[in-house]
């Protein structure tokens, strides 16, 4: 049901007043041209938790090398993750390959053309399933990603945390109750931008808003103080141990994470989490013998590698270290390989490793220990 704060002067600037501010003011954006359900289903899935600036680049090589939904479907996953790589939050990439190989083998290679249809597809949610149904096929469907929340937020001067489900099914019926029927794509596009360009986190561009006449928020001259927001806690830190073992070939052993973990289907340097009263030498010697039933003697360190992910940070710890007994087995790890230094870019490696790789490119030879 449509809210009863929807006044008829807001809706006709939600209505006409931002589209014509769109038209003027839109981005050139590569996934804004050519589009296809394809296109806009890839670029949505990008943009998740990603900044357009960066997602730009990466949505053109992925075009370059699969320029189709079926092409995406035959290609292998491990070429989808490494031209994915370095853009975070891999599972976005696996579900990707997972739903286009659904789409050719089940859907006739083509994407369904219903809300209840992309809401049926594998790891598309409401969001995703809103963005696609809007964009590619104009259908009523309003969408509410974060620039769309801190817009409403502050035209509403609403007090609730957009963060939660009280928060989030308010904003949704402010959307969906301004939403001009068969004009969704446009609408939605357009509150996507203004959150983007003009109602930015802080230092909202106010006077060039197409919005401030209704603006709540701006009326009490504190548009910042929207949307309000619990305090974060700070993210947790982690230690974490990896492990540089080169054979007499010179060739490293990486392993591959599993599919079902974080980072899963990337590969890395073998290691893990230092549990509480162990030295580093300790947390390596354990990671390895259960991981992959090694023995290894664990050197002096390389090089610490410091990350910050969503919801915690990383100091990882790269240490060489030699094999004293045992041959690599697949334990705790989807598989295991030994690679000489010149291959390491034919596999998808995390933004943390890629920090090890780049100390080893500076001191090849490992020291005796």
């Known amino acids: 049901m449509p809210s009863p704060d929807l006044h008829p002067n807001l809706r006709r600037a939600f209505q006409l007043g931002l589209p014509a501010w769109f038209r003027r003011h839109r981005r050139a954006l590569p996934w804004r041209t050519r589009r296809t ?12 938790q990603t900044r357009v600036d960066q997602a730009r680049d990466y949505f053109l090589r992925f075009m370059r090398r699969f320029p189709t939904l079926t092409a995406l479907a035959a290609a292998d996953q491990q070429a989808v993750l490494k031209l994915w790589e370095g853009l975070g939050y891999y599972s976005r990439a696996r579900r990707a390959h997972r739903t286009a190989q659904w789409l050719v083998q089940q859907g006739g290679g083509k994407f369904p053309t219903t809300y209840a249809g992309l809401l049926a597809l594998p ?23 974060g620039n769309v929340a801190r817009v409403l937020c502050r035209v509403f001067a ?7 489900g009280a928060g989030q099914r308010q904003l949704q019926a402010w959307a969906d109750g301004l ?15 203004l959150g983007a360009l003009c109602c930015t986190p802080r230092q909202p561009d106010c006077p060039k808003c ?3 006449k209704n603006c709540r928020a701006y009326a009490t001259g504190q548009p910042e103080a929207y949307p309000t927001k619990a305090a974060k806690k700070k993210p947790p830190h982690k230690i974490v141990g990896a492990a540089v073992v080169v ?4 060739e490293f052993l990486i392993a591959q994470r599993p599919e079902h973990a974080m980072l899963g289907g990337l590969w890395e340097f073998p290691g893990g989490k230092q549990e509480p009263g162990e030295t580093m030498e300790q947390c390596l010697a354990r990671e390895l013998r259960e991981e992959m039933g090694l023995r290894v003697r664990v050197g002096p360190r390389l090089t610490v590698a410091r990350h910050a992910y969503s919801h915690f940070t990383i100091a990882l710890h790269a240490h060489w270290c030699r094999i004293r007994s045992g041959r690599p087995r697949n334990i705790q790890c989807q598989a295991h390989a030994w690679v000489p230094l010149s ?6 490696f995390s933004r943390a490793d890629h920090y090890i790789i780049a100390a080893l490119r500076l ?4 020291p005796e220990f």
Not at 37 to 48: I, T
Not at 247 to 250: A, E, I, Q, S
Not at 363 to 366: E, K, M, V
């Open 37 to 48: 359900p394809y296109r806009v289903w890839l670029a949505e899935l990008m943009l998740q």
């Open 123 to 145: 790891g598309v949610g409401p969001y995703t399933a809103a963005a696609v149904g809007s964009l590619a096929f104009n259908l009523d469907v309003a969408v509410v990603d």
């Open 158 to 164: 609403c007090a609730a945390d957009p963060r939660t």
């Open 179 to 193: 939403l001009p029927r068969g004009r969704a794509g446009e609408f939605n596009e357009a509150l996507m931008e």
């Open 210 to 212: 197409p919005l401030r």
């Open 247 to 250: 054979n007499r070939r010179g």
């Open 343 to 348: 291959r390491f870019g034919h596999y998808p």
């Open 363 to 366: 001191r090849r030879l490992p």
